[in-house]
């Protein structure tokens, strides 16, 4: 069973991605049908960075995932037997 401060940080990280999922989703589907002048312009970053963060995300992910496999690869090899 998880604990009290398990439950809170997992509340906390599901509340932190659904807000990060809302903003995005404004940012990238909504905000485009909205006049360039409107107020609501100026809580969000320019259009262009919505392609380049979440690239930027997935290259980490993608050296994270592969300096753990290398990790994990390079520690479990076997050593040589030498005859």
């Not at 398990?6 to 990280?13: C, H, T």
């Not at 930027?56 to 496999?69: E, K, P, Q, W």
Request: with cysteine; hydrophobic share 55%.
């Amino acid at each position: 069973m998880a604990t009290g401060a398990d439950r809170a940080v997992g509340l906390g990280l599901v509340g932190f991605s659904l807000l990060l999922f809302t903003y995005y989703t404004i940012w990238v589907v909504i905000l485009p049908f909205v006049e360039n002048d409107h107020v609501v312009h100026q809580y969000f970053l320019p259009r262009e960075y919505s392609v380049i963060l979440p690239g930027i995300a997935a290259l980490i992910l993608l050296l994270c995932v592969g300096t753990f496999i290398g990790v994990v690869m390079w520690k479990s090899r076997k050593p040589k037997k030498v005859d």
